[in-house]
Structure formats: structure tokens, C-alpha cells
């Protein structure tokens, strides 16, 4: 019996790339031109009616063209939203579906980079997609099988992020950690290495909580202010007031709820909230954020602000609001960013510290964290690491592509 040709799939809540073996190294596929990561993002342009994603997506939205942008599909498996049909302009669609398209289309460049047709794929998937419901938990796992069935593969075999990370680590001897924290979650592996290189995993465990919950607190906390959260409402029938209802604010700032906050009930209460506003002006920004479709707009804005106050040396900087207003910005310094995200840190941490308890590792024992995704770059990410694990060292160099690389090396022998 012939092995099928399988293609290893890192489906990332922000980004996405694909690969296999050549030898014995990774082969990551050129999804665009000069780019082996691709932004898991769509845009349904309204005229002509196609779907584009990555780059062309987010140059679509840049660029103010019609239509319908969405990132963080991942976000929404084992979640109702995931099946509810909806109307996208002139078609009928589900998320699904959405999602297939996309894997399909990464099924087609990798076919033509490589010259080979790939019937099976090896995906990545979190150690839990939600870790306080293990009901959507399971139902995750099942909704991303469909969406790969879905985009034409004959079969799937999935492996935990993390794991796949310590595949594509350099080899060193004694005991590892690998923190990766991804778009939507935070996952561990603990693993160790004999001198001649040979891996025994240990623990994996992790959480549902990762960068777009810190672009989301960021929003919450220095943005959503400058649109009327926490504003007094008036009583259309009397004089008492109470603060705007917090709804629509933070479903503003969650990227995967942005596109169903565009719906005519979600306007009309924007335009009430500003009708009876104590401060009228802030409320009208939120009118026109929902009104001109700027909500993912805003939240690129965050995502950027967040990266300049994380660079080294940054004392002093801002969330760049020109699209809105000229001259707005909210301050973002370090130290506010850092308060701000205190609280998912320290969540995170913890999670890292179930995991070693899971095999009764103590933290002192750690040699190396190998961090892994964008988001573990963070300055208080590594500080909360270091004062974890006190001995270890922190290792990066392959933190954006270190799950790609992992799941291209185990791919020809998922289904072996």
C-alpha cells in the first residue's frame, strides 16, 4: 500500500503556512511572492463576487475597495457561529465553507510549487481549541476535519502545535519548554533531550487566549474610550443617565465579531447611544466606525500600536487613529500596555506552570524556553518566562515558523 502525499498545514488564527519534508529539512511553500507565512484573512469583494485572501486581502481592505474583510476565522471553531448560513452579498455561505476555500487555495499553491498533488493533510491544532468547554473543545476538532474534507482532502491527521515545535527544535541536551502563544491560544509542550539528540515528550497543556485577546484588552482599555465607552447615556424619558452598555465596544474589539457588528440593528443602536449621549462626539465616532465599515481598520491600528510599544528602547508611543479623525491617537506607552495585559501574563504563566506540574518537573529543572509565535516576543511574555523558569534559557530564532516546520517534517509519516 502506497503512502499518500500529505501536506503539513500550520492553520493559524492570524497566519497560515504549509510545507513538507525534503531530506531531512522543512520545505515551507512560497504562498506569495517571497512569503512562506500568509495572513489567514478573506476579503468577499462585492463586485465582481470572488473571495480573495491574505495579502490581497488586506490590501483590499487598505485600499477601501467594496466588500467584506475577515480575519480570525479560527477563532470561531466549535462556536454556533461556525454553521449558521449567512448572505455575503449575493451568495449563501457558511463558515465552513469560508474556511475551506481558503485551505483549498493553500492546497492548490502548494500543488504548484511542489509539482505533486497532496490527497491528505497533517494540520496543526491547539491542545485546546477551548479550554474551558471541553463540549466546543471536541466540536473544534470535528468543524476543522469538515473544513479540510470540505476543501478537498481525502483524510486529516492532527498534531498539537507545541509537539510540532519541538520537531523542528535544534537539538540540546536536557529539559525544554516550549511556549507557544498564537493568535488565539497559548500552548505548551515540555520535552526532553538525551545527548544524542533522541525527544521525550512530556506534558502538553494550554488555554484559549492569545494575541487577538491582547489586541482585543489593548482596544478595550486605550481605544474604545475615544468612541464613547464608559460615556453617560441620558434617559430619553427622564434626566437620570447610566454608562453606554459595553456590547457593542468589545465586540468592536474582537476581530472574528467585527463583520456582524455591520448589520442594521448594530447601526441603529450606535445612532441611539450618540442621540442621547451626555458626550455626543465620542458616540459619533462610533456611528461613523460602524457606519463606514472601519471596524477591522481600528483593529489594525491596535495590532500596530501594540508592536511599537513591545520594540526595544520604546518609552512613548501611540495608537494612530487618522482614520477616524485627523490628529486622534490614544497614548500607548510600554508601562499602560504591560498594565493592561498584567492579567493575561499572569494567566498564561500559570497555564505554563500546570504543565510542568502535569509531569512533576519543577521550574528550576527548565535548561531552555523555546518561544514560538509572534505574540511570545512580548517583553512581559519573557520576563514572566525568566522569572518562571529562573535557569532557562530563552531561545527565538525560529519563532514564526517553528510549527510550520515541525508539521512539513512529520507530514510524510502521519499516515505511514
Known amino acids: 500500500m502506497s503512502i499518500p502525499k500529505t501536506l503539513g498545514i500550520d492553520f493559524g488564527t492570524s497566519n497560515s503556512a504549509a510545507g513538507l519534508a525534503i531530506g531531512d529539512r522543512p520545505w515551507l511553500v512560497e504562498m506569495e511572492p517571497g512569503e512562506t507565512t500568509l495572513p489567514t484573512a478573506v476579503f468577499f469583494e462585492e463586485r465582481p463576487s470572488r473571495m480573495r485572501i491574505g495579502r490581497s486581502a488586506t490590501r483590499a481592505l487598505i485600499n477601501g475597495d467594496e466588500g467584506r474583510f475577515m480575519r480570525a476565522l479560527k477563532s470561531l471553531l466549535g462556536t454556533p457561529l461556525l454553521r449558521e448560513e449567512r448572505r455575503i452579498y449575493s451568495e449563501k455561505t457558511d463558515f465552513i465553507q469560508i474556511i475551506a476555500r481558503f485551505l483549498s487555495e493553500v492546497k492548490t499553491r502548494a500543488e504548484t510549487a511542489s509539482h505533486q498533488t497532496f490527497t491528505h493533510a497533517l494540520s496543526g491544532r491547539p491542545v485546546h481549541f477551548h479550554s474551558s468547554d471541553p463540549d466546543r473543545d471536541a466540536q473544534a476538532e470535528i468543524d476543522l476535519r469538515d473544513c479540510y474534507l470540505a476543501a478537498g482532502f481525502e483524510d486529516v491527521q492532527f498534531l498539537y502545535e507545541p509537539e510540532a515545535a519541538v520537531r523542528s527544535a535544534a537539538p540540546a541536551p536536557g529539559m525544554g519548554l516550549i511556549v507557544d502563544i498564537g493568535g488565539g491560544t497559548s500552548d505548551f509542550t515540555l520535552f526532553e533531550q538525551d545527548p544524542a539528540g533522541a525527544t521525550r515528550i512530556l506534558a502538553s497543556h494550554g488555554l484559549r487566549l492569545g494575541g487577538t485577546d491582547f489586541d482585543r484588552q489593548i482596544s478595550i482599555d486605550h481605544v474604545m474610550p475615544l468612541l464613547g465607552r464608559g460615556s453617560q447615556i441620558r434617559n430619553a424619558f427622564g434626566k437620570d443617565t447610566l454608562p453606554a452598555p459595553n456590547r457593542l465596544f468589545n465586540e468592536l474589539a474582537t476581530w472574528q465579531m467585527i463583520p456582524f457588528l455591520y448589520a442594521a440593528d448594530s447601526r441603529r443602536a450606535a445612532r441611539e447611544l450618540a442621540k442621547y449621549a451626555q458626550d455626543p462626539q465620542r458616540l459619533d465616532r ?131
Request: aromatic share 2%; charged share 20%; net charge negative.
Open 286 to 416: 462610533l456611528v461613523s466606525v460602524l457606519e463606514d465599515e472601519l471596524g477591522h481598520d481600528l483593529a489594525f491600528a491596535v495590532e500596530r500600536g501594540k508592536i511599537r510599544a513591545n520594540e526595544p528602547g520604546t518609552d512613548v508611543s501611540r495608537i494612530d487613529l487618522r482614520i477616524l479623525e485627523r490628529g486622534l491617537a490614544a497614548p500607548l506607552t510600554t508601562a499602560q500596555m504591560q498594565t493592561s495585559l498584567a492579567r493575561m501574563v499572569a494567566a498564561i504563566a500559570q497555564s505554563a506552570a500546570e504543565t510542568l506540574s502535569k509531569a512533576e518537573v519543577a521550574p528550576a529543572r527548565i535548561d531552555r524556553l523555546v518561544m514560538v509565535g509572534g505574540s511570545s516576543l512580548l517583553t512581559s511574555i519573557g520576563e514572566a518566562f525568566q522569572h518562571l523558569c529562573p535557569n532557562a534559557e530563552i531561545e527565538s530564532r525560529n519563532a514564526m515558523t517553528a510549527v510550520a516546520d515541525g508539521l512539513a517534517l512529520s507530514a510524510a509519516g502521519a499516515f505511514a
